[in-house]
């Protein structure tokens, strides 16, 4: 196989897997959560897969890639996940970052830039700094449009329903 032809199938590969991750992430926004979508992948088989889904469960961490990365382990019996490749819609934030670090992803493939809070090149780069004990490599941009349009979408709707787009935050009284 020619360098253009590995080339080629890894590409194909990431557009596969980012679909399966985009399908996550529809499914999250019309469940009313942030439409974000990750899948972990060894050897061309799923480990573990996540939606966002942190309203539903009243948990800050139920991020899309912590989600999938927790069903991994539990599959896998393990925490650390070496050799896996890890597709999400939305690039990980700094809290997820550290989740893939620590569980020893190889690799993560994402669609969309996170220019607020992107914690693999875009505010931070957690993922590829060489002051922590592991490195992943990350793969940028894989049906980047179709994900950003998810997302601007679903603002869109919120904001077009609420006005401003902003949740009230509870007190302690309600």
Known sequence: ????AALQETLDTDVRWMHHALALARAAGEAGEVPVGAVLVQQGAVLGEG????IAA???TAHAEIVALRAAAVVGGNYRLPGTTLYVTLEP???CAGAILHARVARIVYAARDPKAGAAGSVFDVLGTRKLNHQVEVVAGVLEAE????LRSFFRVRREADGNGRRPIASPDS
Do not use: K
Request: charged fraction near 15%; hydrophobic fraction near 45%.
């Open 51 to 54: 939606a966002n889904h942190p």
């Open 1 to 4: 196989m020619t360098l253009d």
């Open 93 to 95: 934030c700094v809290m």
């Open 58 to 60: 009243h948990d800050p």
């Open 147 to 150: 994900a950003a349009e998810l």
